[in-house]
């Protein structure tokens, strides 16, 4: 129950706040390689200058602004080393933990999780997941009920991370809470951390600036192009995969993606889900004539748009310059649902603790996503969910059995 209930939390926690949220930033996809420590991420005064002019108003106090930065510099500034990280995830030894194992066999065990993880991955990365490793361990020897959570979980690891930053910053963060509004600035700035971050980074990027260099006045849809060029996954809806459905139909024969490998399959699931959904969605409706007429036509207007939008990107910028080749990859990005452990997807995060395998989660998302677009937002429910989508939409039953190898529910 713990892995579920942090997977709730950090939805409910790390809400972007709206001044931010109308940036849609995701990162460019780095923000796990940030929490784990294993790209250089934005320097920490980047950070908060994205925080303060997207998220702090106006009429508060300056002092308090000034104390705000310095707190989220020295914040995002700290990254530990095991030792400082066992002390720190040692906390004060005493309750029933001290009764189950000693202080030092706590930190030796919490030293030895990070050896053996860090051969695959970076150390801070390792560090962030011994630290959950250390309370299943304790958790089982105190006899706890309820599920462990998995230290390679996302969400886990971001509120570990939250913990491991706050000694590092201890000064800065109570010189700021004594002042006015200090609290509540404070607050949301752990609230909305990760789109602060996530923008940063794609300030950071250089393919935002290869976006700004793309011709928008060719295109119907610029916001959706520059989007995908700036290698931001685009926020999908019904119009927006309608419209991207009419783009792959022209894009996909002139101009192959097959040197994206990893990311065929899921281009290809995402045209099967978007496009039978609209047939199924069509046939549905009996003889609700006004309703097929509403559905047929909004999606015949938005696969339109995007046929003529790859048209334009194709005469324009061709298959294989570095507009397109990002566009591609872009586009990869938006309808892959992510399978690895470390996935910031509630619904594979949910999936993949009920019986089905990563893959088979991350799979079911994406061809789901035709009846729900923001799928990967949603939790699944083993006794319900996949009985919802192929209601909503039978034709993709079968491709559920053999693509994603999900035959018993």
């Known amino acids: 129950m713990r ?7 950090c939805t409910v926690i790390l809400v972007p706040t709206a001044a931010l949220a109308q940036r849609r930033c995701d990162g460019g996809g780095k923000l796990p390689a940030y929490l784990s420590g294993s790209i250089d991420g934005p320097r920490p005064s980047a950070i908060a200058e994205v925080w303060v002019k997207g998220a702090v108003p106006g009429d508060v ?11 989220i510099e020295a914040f995002e500034r700290q990254l530990l080393s095991a030792d400082q990280a066992a002390t720190i995830a040692a906390g004060d030894w005493t309750g029933w933990r001290a009764k189950l194992m000693s202080r030092d ?4 065990g919490f030293l030895d999780e990070v050896r053996r993880r860090a051969g695959s991955q970076g150390e801070y990365a390792a560090i962030l997941q011994a630290a959950e490793a250390m309370r299943n361990r304790l958790d089982d020897m105190n006899g706890a009920a309820g599920a462990r959570g998995r230290p390679e979980d996302p969400s886990a690891m971001w509120l570990w991370d939250l913990t491991m930053r706050k000694p590092a910053a201890k000064d800065q963060v109570s010189l700021l809470l ?39 006045s060719l295109f119907r849809r610029p916001d959706v192009v520059t989007m995908l060029v700036a290698g931001r996954k685009v926020p999908l809806d019904y119009p927006v995969m309608a419209y991207l459905s009419g783009l792959l139909e022209v894009r996909l024969p ?49 696969a339109n748009t995007g046929r003529a939008d790859a048209e334009a990107l194709e005469e324009k910028y061709g298959c294989t310059s570095p507009v397109a080749l990002a566009f591609a990859n872009g586009l990869v990005r938006t309808v892959r649902v992510d399978a690895s452990a470390s996935s910031d997807s509630l619904f594979v995060q949910s999936c993949s603790v009920q019986g089905l395998s990563l893959k088979q989660c991350a799979c079911l998302a994406e061809l789901g996503r035709g009846v729900a677009p923001a799928i990967e937002k949603m939790g699944y429910n083993p006794g319900t969910t996949i009985k919802w989508i192929t209601l909503r939409n039978p034709s993709v039953t079968i491709q559920i059995a053999l693509l994603c190898g999900i035959g018993n529910y």
């Open 3 to 9: 892995n579920i209930f942090l997977l709730i939390l």
């Open 178 to 216: 004594s002042l006015p509004d200090g609290k509540w600035l404070w607050n949301r700035y752990l609230m909305g951390r990760k789109v602060a971050i996530a923008c940063a980074l794609d300030d950071m990027s250089a393919l935002t600036l290869l976006a700004a260099t793309v011709d928008k």
């Open 105 to 108: 066999e706590f930190i030796s």
């Open 254 to 302: 002139n101009c192959k993606l097959t040197v994206y490998p990893d990311g065929w399959a899921s281009v290809e699931r995402f045209q099967q889900a978007t496009v039978q959904n609209a047939m199924s969605s069509f046939f549905s409706r009996g003889f609700d004539l006004g309703g097929v007429v509403f559905d047929s036509v909004e999606f015949a207007t938005n």
């Open 61 to 71: 106090d300056p002092a308090s602004v000034v104390a705000l930065r310095a707190a």
